[in-house]
């Protein structure tokens, strides 16, 4: 298995502008994460989905940032305007979650990351 | 609200002797704990993990111990290599976190000495 799949590994863009981060999920998981790592807070939770379905955007910061899972495969992150202040590490996990079940299944698996740089 | 914490952000052994992470957490309804490690430039990947029905886990040179009344878990490594210098995320998860979400402490990175 290729395990989960990030592109771009890294980004430099100019404040303002879209950016797009896009990760393929293990085959077979049916849950997707996107966190954020930065010095300050850490690995923080932006959003999760649950068969494709989004399940909590609590973590997302602001309405610049949003998130898509058209399919089962395949998922986006994407901030329009970025600012100077979203420079971090971008990861994006899977996992087969059981409802109920609490066995290594739950296991998230993380991609390499994505490093964002708004200058 | 740090649901999970792990208060030392970074842990310097010499190589052979013993690394103790600690992890506190404040929600009751978490029932699974895991420990991630991570290096430079790679995403966190997994160690080990302890469901509250244990109190214990091991695998090998790495060993979790759970205290639920204390809300406390720690990762042992015995005996630590320098290949352990990465930073170690504790996680937690709980019935009702629909789909499998963790919420991670902020880290600690272990140095081990030659």
């Known amino acids: 298995d290729a395990g989960v799949i990030q592109s771009p590994r890294h980004e430099v863009t100019e404040m303002g502008q879209e950016v797009t981060l896009r990760c393929k999920p293990i085959s077979g998981h049916n849950s997707l994460f996107w966190y954020r790592q930065t010095m300050m807070r850490g690995l923080e939770l932006l959003i999760y989905f649950n068969n494709n379905v989004p399940i909590d955007d609590s973590g997302m910061p602001e309405d610049r940032f949003s998130a898509k899972m058209p399919n089962a495969s395949f998922s986006t992150l994407k901030i329009q305007p970025s600012e100077p202040r979203d420079s971090a590490v971008y990861f994006c996990?899977?996992?087969?979650?059981?409802?109920?079940?609490?066995?290594?299944?739950?296991?998230?698996?993380f991609g390499p990351g994505t490093r964002l740089l708004v200058l | 609200d740090q649901q999970v914490k792990q208060n030392s952000p970074s842990l310097s052994v010499q190589e052979g002797r013993i690394s103790i992470l600690n992890c506190d957490y404040t929600?009751?309804?978490?029932?699974?704990f895991l420990w991630y490690k991570k290096y430079p430039a790679e995403g966190p990947t997994f160690l080990i993990s302890?469901?509250?029905?244990?109190d214990k886990n091991e695998d090998g040179r790495f060993t979790v111990f759970l205290n639920k009344s204390a809300k406390h878990l720690s990762l042992h490594i015995v005996p630590s290599q320098p290949g352990d210098s990465a930073v170690y995320f504790c996680a937690a998860s709980g019935r009702g976190f629909q789909g499998g979400k963790l919420i991670f402490g902020q880290g600690t990175e272990l140095s081990v000495k030659p």
């Open positions: 996990a899977s996992s087969l979650a059981i409802l109920g079940g609490r066995d290594l299944e739950e296991t998230q698996y």
């Open positions: 302890i469901s509250s029905i244990k």
């Open positions: 929600n009751s309804m978490f029932d699974y």
